[in-house]
């Protein structure tokens, strides 16, 4: 009974946290969403009108037309399409540029930032920091120069925002030997592979095998074995 009442007070801090985290990011993006101004200017600002607006409007005729996008015959000569990581052509979020794509960029740039705070908070919780501090942290990771300069870089922005998830799963697969652990770090694995920079998906691999290795002690080989499988 006493950790039942216990819990509730943490439950009630959460939600209200939560809500505040939702709410400065609300206001941090507002600018863009609804005057359609940047939220910050950033050196590839750029790549989003020469490489990411063309990409996303083959895509937007493509899937609605019934073709798969392996080629792109509009670039230069023609060039596969599906096999260049940066298009996001299999990314599960990415269905949102089937809306026109100022409008589209917009809400995905909000969506992901509130992924990334979410799932910075879930994780930092999984660590039994307080309430206070795990917001501290989220909001400071949703907000953080690595995700801020990569906002107009859509496939590294898309891909950074899973790197919680993978921390969560481990630590608690290190505690724990769970299926639901493994499947929920093999979702994080694959969105951040079908976010499309790989060179995130590299270097947040080798902070999981180090985050792995700290957090499973003598289980650290089996914790291992099952990151290898999950992936």
Excluded at 80 to 94: E, Q, R
Aim: hydrophobic share 55%; glycine share 6%.
């Amino acid at each position: 009974m006493s950790c039942a009442k216990e819990a509730r007070p943490h439950r009630a801090q959460d939600l209200r946290y939560f809500a505040l985290l939702v709410f400065l990011i609300l206001l941090v993006h507002a600018p863009n969403l609804l005057l359609r101004r940047p939220v910050l200017d950033t050196p590839l600002v750029a790549d989003l009108g020469d490489l990411f607006h063309p990409a996303k409007i083959f895509l937007r005729q493509s899937y609605p037309s019934g073709h798969f996008p392996l080629w792109n015959p509009h670039d230069l000569c023609g060039m596969p399409f599906l096999a260049f990581s940066h298009t996001g052509s299999l990314y599960p979020l990415g269905m949102i540029y089937l809306l026109p794509f100022p409008l589209a960029n917009s809400l995905s740039v909000l969506i992901h930032l509130l992924l990334a705070g979410a799932l910075a908070y879930l994780f930092f919780r999984s660590l039994d920091l307080d309430p206070p501090v795990a917001f501290i942290l989220s909001l400071s990771f949703s907000l953080s120069g690595m995700l801020f300069r990569n906002i107009n870089f859509i496939p590294a922005f898309n891909s950074q925002v899973w790197m919680p998830l993978f921390f969560l799963a481990i630590h608690r697969l290190a505690s724990e030997f769970k299926l639901k652990w493994l499947l929920l770090f093999s979702l994080g694995y694959g969105l951040c592979f079908l976010g499309g920079d790989h060179e995130t998906l590299i270097y947040t691999s080798a902070l999981a095998v180090w985050f792995a290795l700290a957090e499973a002690g003598r289980n650290s080989a089996k914790v291992l074995v099952l990151l290898v499988a999950g992936t």
